[in-house]
């Protein structure tokens, strides 16, 4: 301000300087009244924002500027009634412009005296609040249906949290998911939806100091249930802040998620027993293809013996045939054992209640194990049929027992026990839905980590000293109960003890079988074919040792080349399986086709069941398994059909 205005303001009167405050206000209309309601002074904000020059207005009632039905009720008229009566007057409403448009005014009315008292009019102050009240509104109106859209929310928990984790509101999801209502829950702490065990950890309050760190805290976990139970929660917590930055509480939002979790674990489950399925599968065909081919070796030694013991020897040779013999028996059940665990082994079936068969082995198993271990057999199961191989089932079963022992080196407790069981489809590795009797051997020995449960199954695997075990037991086990259409689970937790659970099929009806015995005379010419050389010429010499004639191919096209030139040949004494194209099975077939009373014996390493589940019905066929023995080659071909 220059040093000449300051002169001229100095030099003004307090009433010249309030005229010039009011004069130069353009927000506000403020303007005088006389005791009647005339209008009487004019200021640029009431020019501004009612349209009325001074000229144009003073010496007019200020009910002009009211509605015409306020008008006509007499409102302007009370209004100097209340002000002069209480010394104020104060309210909002609509009022009118010179162009007849209406605005939303806030107006101030004081009565004005004179030094000595004496009433001389009104002191009138308006100010035009309509946008602020439509801003007002419309923040009302977006609350409002924030406040609908939360409160129509079933599926997920929304509610809002004081910075200290006190809920400060509840919506109807919160109160369907949690069972509480808002009466209830509004003013209590959040921890309360927690489990205990995370209560005991503190993770309530590490989710809102994560929150308020970060900004945002997201997990998913269990959580609480008024009712108690329990359910699988994702959880979003954001940070709630002022313009100043200042905490203020968290937004909370909550779904149950408990179906999608279980669809997740079960489909993890469905892919860990495919896995482990496949797995199997490859190993078993593997074992089986080896075992095969072992087979055929120790079919040449078996059969090179028994051809050598034909003849006079020197006791010393004897001897050594004798300890050959004994190795090659011992080879031959380590091929047993290695096909028990592809499924390859022939089962010998029947229908049986497991209790009875439990309870009659009873004795034996309590034998197996010793003096520190208290054992209990534990037998509950009722419909206890099913169709399974006796002497394979009681040997699976001491194996498990025989295996319990030796975890429990200082003694603990072995049980037996037999249950029903009702399965839905892949709950149990790949077995159909069902109802099914679960056979348990439960210990409480020293247990298995997680990476040795997962290898328990696989064959030569073991855990055992050198020399103490060969790691077929329990893969045999598994190839067993696989066999027979059921699954073997093994559970266990180091320091705690292991369980082995076998679960076998229920069986619903009597399994039909046609044993009628078949004879035949002897025949004198029998037709071996072998891919092996050293086995063909083996082979050979074995049948010609219990008196037929022999005639060798080495293939099915030559086979059939000595059938069509050999017409009188007897029997066909072949392998089913063959390199060139056509199979043992296929060979027989096609013989049979053309020369029907041809006979015809099969061997092979595989079991019958398996190749059966390959190649269909072989019911007019001998069959015996690789390495076969004199005596049993002279039963087979003097039994064929």
Known sequence: MSQKQKSFTSTLSAAERLQLLVASISDYAIYMLDEAGIVSSWNPGAERFKGYTAAEIIGQHFSVFYLDAERAAGLPARALETALRDGRFESEGWRVRKDGSRFLASVVIDPVYTPDGRHIGYAKVTRDITERRSAERRLRESEERFRLLV????????????????????????????????????????????????????????????????????????????????????????AIRDDAGALVGFAKITRDVTERKAAEDELARANAALFQAQKMEAIGQLTGGIAHDFNNLLGVLASGLDVLTTNNRPYAETRMIDSMRRAVERGATLTQQLLSFARQQPLQTDNFNINTLIANFEPVLQRAGNADIEFRVELRASAAFVTIDVARFEAALLNLVVNARDAMPAGGMLRVKSDNVELSANQIGSLPAGLYLKVEVCDTGHGMTDDVVKRAFEPFFTTKELGKGTGLGLSQVYGFIAQSGGEAVLGSTPGEGTTVSLYLPVLHAEEQRDQAPRTSDKADIVLVVEDEPDLLEVAAELVRSIGYEVLTASNGSDAIGLLQARPEIDILFTDVMMPDGISGIELARQARSRWPGLKVVLASGYPLPALRAEHGNMDDYEFMNKPYRLADLAKKLRSAA
Do not use: C
């Open 151 to 238: 409160q129509g929310v079933t599926d997920y928990a929304i509610y809002m949290l004081a910075p200290d984790g006190t809920v400060t509101n509840w919506n109807a999801g919160a109160e369907r998911i949690k069972g509480y209502t808002e009466s209830e829950i509004v003013n209590t702490h959040f921890s309360r939806f927690h489990t205990p065990e995370d209560q005991a950890l503190g993770l309530p309050a590490k989710s809102l100091g994560i929150a308020a760190e970060k900004g945002r805290f997201e997990k998913e976990g269990w959580r609480v249930r008024k009712d108690g139970s329990r359910f699988w929660a994702h959880v979003v917590i954001d």
